[in-house]
T-cell receptor, first 106, second 114 residues
Framework: TQLLEQSPQFLSIQEGENLTVYCNSS?????LQWYRQEPGEGPVLLVT?????EVKKLKRLTFQFGDARKDSSLHITAAQPGDTGLYLCAGGDMRFGAGTRLTVKP | DTGVSQNPRHKITKRGQNVTFRCDPISEHNRLYWYRQTLGQGPEFLTY????????KSRLLSDRFSAERPKGSFSTLEIQRTEQGDSAMYLC????????????FGQGTRLTVV
């Protein structure tokens, strides 16, 4: 099992601020996924990154896969209250990190 | 097909009782996963199927837990002799084998053992 560590565990910011959350491992992944989960719901897939150094953008969200394919980051620009949720990363073997719980205050 | 469906959404049971949950995956998806999630944690892998074959089972899964996917379509997860520590959200996800790691989740079954 390839372990994924996510940081920070909790993040509370004001609307309009930028933030970055991280997903790290000592293992190499063939792909890595980011999901967002809202209370009482299942996780929803945001993006898959496959190539080392790859950058993908989804509106105000920017995802980067590390060159060595061991880590990834998610950057949110001008956060909005609707971005509030649990952000999870998962390796290609469908094992998840513990997540970053983001709260964006209006 | 509107996505992964899980039933029931909520289940309250007394300690010692058996419970069974059902998951209906997206119809063309050949992989099906079960997870357990407690408050503030990420989904914890329990087991997965490719078609009807159970290919992996977590060591964390005690022998009170069993899962089946008899015809490679829907799956059931049974917990025997429930304990209070089994209280959690049980999530099911399905995916296509050729799209590694891209899974679609159901809304989960929240189990409360009293």
């Amino acid at each position: 099992t390839q372990l994924l560590e996510q940081s920070p565990q909790f993040l509370s910011i004001q609307e309009g601020e930028n933030l970055t959350v991280y997903c790290n491992s000592s293992s190499v992944f063939s792909s890595l996924q980011w999901y967002r989960q809202e209370p009482g719901e299942g996780p929803v897939l945001l993006v898959t990154v496959v190539t080392g150094g790859e950058v993908k953008k989804l509106k105000r969200l920017t995802f980067q896969f590390g060159d060595a394919r061991k880590d990834s980051s998610l950057h949110i620009t001008a956060a909005q209250p609707g971005d509030t949720g649990l952000y999870l990363c998962a390796g290609g073997d469908m094992r998840f990190g513990a997540g970053t719980r983001l709260t964006v205050k209006p | 097909d509107t996505g992964v469906s899980q039933n029931p959404r909520h289940k309250i049971t007394k300690r010692g009782q058996n419970v069974t949950f059902r998951c209906d995956p997206i119809s063309e998806h050949n992989r099906l996963y079960w997870y357990r999630q407690t408050l503030g944690q990420g989904p914890e892998f329990l087991t997965y199927f490719q078609n009807e074959a159970q290919l992996e089972k977590s060591r964390l899964l005690s022998d009170r837990f069993s899962a089946e996917r008899p015809k490679g379509s829907f799956s059931t997860l049974e917990i025997q002799r429930t304990e209070q520590g089994d209280s959690a959200m049980y999530l099911c996800a399905s995916s296509l084998r050729r799209i590694e790691g891209e899974a679609f989740f159901g809304q989960g079954t929240r189990l409360t053992v009293v």
